[in-house]
């Protein structure tokens, strides 16, 4: 449903690239996720590739100025709620309280779908996103590891009033992808089917044993905050919504 609206919406040709990204190939494999799946005991992943980084403010910034339908001063209400880019100086202008290396922030799923499609690409899966977020510079699976997790933890204390850091600002990981911890939280192309319940009313539901599709969180899991915290928040947006800790990278499918 939301692709069918973002299609309707979009008036781009995608026939060029805003900016060079750096992409890296993931072999993918078996995957036990963190979600439990109705069919499936373990994921297989295919092969993909995804942005090394998340996607920065001079980066959107091409975007917007390449196709102005996604200014802030021009962009439909129903694709992008009212703080969209807010935090920018003006509708092509970045300024202070965003620096051209920062991750973008304030971007709805929408604006950040349509960024991906303009570059042949997409939005990733949250099973390809937690694939390569689970793990550590030396290991594809490091999240038996409890130092491993306390170090992510560490992001979730620090207040998140302080200023975001530019990209890159952490080591490559095993597949050389960068920032999927401790920047921002991450658009994910299927976030709206995270913790679904039979009746879309009841998301805000404290009942979470009526999951159909994407399933609910497994029981193996529970002891990881950082996959709880990241599944919740993602869970309760709408796709127009936007927050002032929440970018995007995207993913390209690969033969």
Known sequence: MLRSILSLTLALSCAGVCAEEIWKSVRGGQFLSAIKYEDVDKLTIAPFALQARPVTNSEFLEFVTRYPQWRRDKVASVLAESRYLSHWAGPLELGGQARP???????????????????????????????????????????????WRERILEWYSKPSSEPLGNVGGTPPNFHGVQDLHGLVWEWTEDFSALLMTSDNRGRGDPDQSKFCGAGSL??????????????????????????ANLGFRCARDLP
Do not use: G, I
């Open 101 to 147: 290396s920062q991750p973008v922030v304030q971007v709805s799923w929408f604006a950040a779908a349509a960024y991906c499609e303009a570059q042949q690409a997409r939005l990733p899966t949250w099973s390809e996103w937690e694939f390569v977020a689970a793990s550590d510079e030396s290991r594809n699976d490091a999240r038996a590891d409890p130092r």
């Open 218 to 243: 497994s029981t193996r899991d529970l002891d990881n905050y950082a996959v709880l915290m990241r599944v919740a928040m993602l869970s309760s947006l709408d796709a127009e919504d936007t927050t």
